[in-house]
């Protein structure tokens, strides 16, 4: 790792001596290269500039990582101009501080560590430690800022081998996680952070996670489809929950958003007023066209199956699976919404799925339904 890490500063003094002639420019990269290299050598960390060194002000509170080593790396850019030197991006670290702690109200400065224009690391709330940058990541990953502006701009080479230096350190102090995978924050949250210069430099780094980490999809609220109010709210005994129930409304198709609309009020109409429920009884349904509707929503107890209700979320595919397969998309919903309840914690991470019929004497969800979900990677054939 350490060989890397000199390798990689190495080879951008390279780079930078024979690409072109020296610019002023370059030749204050190369100075700040020749500092940082000391550094290096004597270990596989960078230096960081301590929060004492800073003069940060004290946490609040501080909570630990829930999981360590983080599994994730997450990249943030501060949307402030860049600073370029030490003073300059000692007080930027104070002012993006005192944002957070006395604007935003937070426990400290959101992230984990921030980084000046000039290579400069500045520890933040540090290693092991939750941050407040990204909610559904906060709890699992090493959160960095890179300080400058980069949906138009690029960072300067130094600022960003000064990132990679820092997470080698986090791998080699088992602070984070050596199957790590780096994120920017728009991966995992609706925002352009860290611009659009930065996200393209990270596609490049190792460990990039291609994939977008934590978009849900679309989910129609109770609002949107104007469901009525539940009786009664009570949240699930077992939270996050471990298992996931599949099950078919036995109806018709519904095949476009008005019709689906439709079905999923009938549904909560007969599940409140014949049935006599508190609500509809799933925790999510899903139209025949991929619509997510939200029925009791995450966190609560549902009414769709009495031995799993407390520590399930049910989800009800729209359509009768006993006499006809359901389509792709449905399912592909399905999985979206699992995959979205996992990362944001709503579902347990070794959840598995299982069939209405594996808890009650009932065909739910039927023939069909039931082979695809006993072929799915989390199915249980033994609930218990
Ligand atoms: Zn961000
Ligand atoms: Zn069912």
């Not at 024979?18 to 290299?37: E, R, V």
């Not at 301590?50 to 790396?73: D, H, M």
């Not at 393209?200 to 109010?229: D, G, N, Q």
């Amino acid at each position: 790792m350490r060989l890397s890490v000199e390798c990689f500063i190495a080879c951008r003094i390279f780079s930078i001596s024979t690409a072109k002639p020296f610019k002023p420019n370059d030749m204050y990269t190369f100075i700040l290269l020749a500092i940082a290299i000391p550094y290096t050598a004597m270990g596989s960390c960078p230096n960081i500039n301590k929060r004492a060194e800073w003069g940060a002000q004290p946490a609040k509170s501080t909570l630990k990582l829930k999981i360590n080593p983080a599994p994730y790396v997450v990249v943030h850019h501060s949307e402030t101009p860049p600073c370029t030197d030490a003073g300059a991006c000692k007080n930027r670290v104070k002012n993006i501080q005192s944002y957070h702690m006395n604007t935003k109200g937070w426990q400290d400065i959101g992230y984990n560590f921030l980084i000046g224009g000039d290579g400069s690391i500045f520890e933040g709330r540090g290693w092991g430690i939750h941050g407040a940058h990204l909610p559904s990541f906060n709890q699992r990953s090493i959160g960095i800022c890179l300080i400058g502006s980069f949906q138009n701009n690029v960072p300067s080479s130094i600022q960003i081998s000064a990132l990679r230096s820092l997470i080698s350190c986090g791998t080699d102090l088992g602070k984070i996680d050596q199957n790590y995978r780096l994120i920017g924050h728009r991966q995992g949250g609706s925002t352009d952070c860290p611009g659009n210069k930065l996200q393209e430099i990270l596609k490049t780094m190792p460990h990039f996670e291609p994939r977008p980490v934590c978009t849900c999809p679309k989910i129609v609220s109770r609002s949107e489809w104007k469901a009525k109010a539940p009786t009664e709210i009570i949240p699930l005994t077992i939270d996050p929950p471990p298992y996931v129930v599949v099950h078919h409304s036995a109806t018709q198709n519904c095949t476009n958003l008005t019709s689906c609309l439709k079905m999923v009020k009938g549904i909560q109409d007969f599940h409140m007023d014949t049935n006599e429920w508190d609500d509809i009884g799933y925790q999510f349904l899903i139209g025949t066209e991929g619509t997510i509707f939200e029925g009791r929503g995450w966190g609560r107890k549902g009414a769709h199956v009495p031995k799993f209700n407390a520590r399930s979320i049910g989800v009800c595919l729209i359509g009768n699976f006993q006499i006809m397969p359901p389509v792709q998309i449905q399912l592909d919903s399905l999985k979206a919404l699992t995959d979205c309840g996992v990362q944001n914690g709503k579902i347990a991470e070794n959840y598995t799925i299982i069939g209405h019929r594996q808890g009650s004497a009932t065909l739910c969800p039927g023939d069909y339904l039931y082979e695809i979900v006993q072929n799915m990677s989390r199915y249980n054939p033994n609930p218990s």
